[in-house]
């Protein structure tokens, strides 16, 4: 519970959050700000993480198998996994980011873009181009705060 | 305070102190707190602990004080059955027609248990743990596929990945 306010001191926190005035000024959004999630197609395995791990279900993958010839004479043909279709359903999509943490391929990643509102919501289901545009505004990741612990995966 | 409930076991959780009293003695606790300073009503809500029973707990303040606290009882399943307090606090009417609607839960001595937030003629408990969410049984689920394979290959492949959370067909329902 946090201390009272007096009248006085809740009308000038009132006029310190005066609203900016969107959209002729854009907002200054904080580090890390989940707008969108952005796809980088080239990293994709078609592993279904992002699909299984979702608890919303609005992610739907499509894939199909494509034959790899042997790479060198009496080399054995392979077969791999090629993406037909990456779609988020943004109507149903409760920005959690489970499957940004769940990616082990860094395919996805989180924008800040948020203005993608739609009138219908069948609208808000973005296929993998619009998803891969969104990777172009996908910000380099913020220096660390401070006092922030020294990162697991770094020595010492 | 713990000397207002006899029989009470004192703890703490969400760093307020909390009271596991038996059923009998909830409409008893509840008025010995308000009349004590915890006057204020805040909250009335349930937790499914499954083969345990359910969970009934409530908020109540001080304002002037600035203390508040939690007092907790326990109904079995098979009959879960608890005092109204809307006789205590007027406003847990409302908590305990939800609490009904939501968990099967009935409140003895309620002026009027009639559904709250559920439209007329639903069935069921849906915040019960064992109640079946139909939205998600009547969708397929996006994580089906397998890599490399398409959803419609999914749907008639005989190797199925069941989604978290959701029962297999079969094993719940009329059949």
Redesign the interface.
């Known amino acids: 519970?946090g201390e009272p306010v007096s009248v006085v001191d809740g009308l000038a926190l009132l006029r310190a959050a005066a609203a900016a005035r969107y959209p002729d000024v854009q907002p200054e959004l904080p580090a890390r700000s989940r707008g969108v999630i952005a796809l980088f197609e080239e990293n994709c395995?078609?592993?279904?993480l992002c699909?299984?791990?979702?608890p919303a279900?609005?992610?739907?993958?499509?894939?199909?198998?494509e034959p790899v010839p042997p790479t060198h004479e009496g080399g054995r043909p392979r077969?791999r996994?090629?993406l037909?279709r990456f779609a988020i359903d943004f109507a149903l999509c409760l920005y959690c980011g489970i499957c940004v943490e769940v990616c082990p391929f860094d395919a996805l990643f989180w924008s800040p873009e948020f203005a993608y509102a739609a009138t219908d919501p069948a609208d808000l289901v973005h296929e993998r181009d619009r998803l891969r545009e969104w990777m172009w505004t996908v910000p380099a990741p913020p220096p660390w705060d401070e006092g922030a612990g020294p990162a697991p995966e770094e020595p010492g | 305070m713990t000397d207002l409930l006899p029989g009470a076991r004192w703890g703490r959780a969400t760093g307020r102190p909390l009271a596991d009293v038996d059923p009998g003695d909830w409409l008893a606790s509840a008025t010995a707190l308000r009349d004590a300073g915890h006057d204020y009503f805040d909250l009335l809500t349930a937790v499914d602990e499954q083969e345990a029973g359910f969970d009934v707990v409530v908020h109540l303040w001080s304002v002037p004080g600035?203390t508040s606290v939690l007092l907790r009882t326990r109904v079995p399943r098979a009959e879960p059955r608890l005092d109204s307090l809307a006789g205590v606090f007027k406003g847990a009417a409302w908590h305990e027609r939800q609490a009904a609607e939501m968990f099967g839960i009935d409140f003895h001595g309620h002026p009027g248990l009639d559904p709250l937030l559920l439209p007329d003629g639903f069935d069921g408990a849906p915040l019960r743990k064992d109640f079946v969410l139909a939205s998600?049984v009547v969708?397929p689920?996006?994580?089906a596929?397998?890599?490399?394979?398409?959803?419609a290959e999914a749907a008639v492949g005989r190797r199925k990945?069941l989604?978290p959370g959701v029962p297999a067909p079969g094993t719940w329902g009329s059949p």
């Open positions: 519970m395995t078609v592993c279904m699909a299984r791990e979702c279900w609005c992610i739907h993958l499509e894939s199909h198998k077969t996994n090629v037909d | 600035r998600r969708r689920w996006p994580g596929p397998e890599p490399g394979q398409s959803s990945t989604p």
